[in-house]
C-alpha cells in the first residue's frame, strides 16, 4: 500500500464507519496500527496534514451525531416518560425468545 492509497483509504473511512462495520479483534487492530504507523512513517508533511484533517472531521462528525442522539432521548423522555428496569428486562427476555 502506498502512502496515497493510505490518505485515500483514511478519506473514505468516515463512510464506511457511518454504514458500521465489524469490531476488530485485539490482534488485527495491533496489526493494523502497526501497518498504518509505517505508512505514515513514509508519508510527505502534506499528506500527513490531510489524513489528520479528515480524522479530525470523522471525529467531530460522530462527536455531532451523538449529541443529536442525546437530545432525540431527552425528547422522548419528555414525551413519553422514562421505562423501569424490569420493562427493559421483559424486551430483552422477548427478544432472545
Do not use: F
Not at 463512510?15 to 508519508?43: S, V
Amino acid at each position: 500500500m502506498t502512502v496515497n492509497h493510505l490518505c485515500y483509504s483514511a478519506m473514505g473511512l468516515q463512510d464506511r464507519l457511518l454504514k458500521g462495520t465489524t469490531m476488530k479483534t485485539e490482534r488485527e487492530r495491533e496489526q493494523l496500527i502497526h501497518k498504518i504507523d509505517l505508512l505514515l512513517h513514509q508519508a510527505y508533511d502534506s499528506i500527513l496534514d490531510e489524513i489528520y484533517a479528515k480524522l479530525k472531521q470523522i471525529d467531530d462528525a460522530e462527536d455531532e451525531e451523538d449529541l443529536v442522539a442525546v437530545k432525540e432521548a431527552k425528547e422522548d423522555i419528555r414525551l413519553n416518560g422514562t421505562v423501569t428496569w424490569e420493562e427493559i428486562q421483559n424486551e430483552i427476555s422477548e427478544d432472545v425468545a
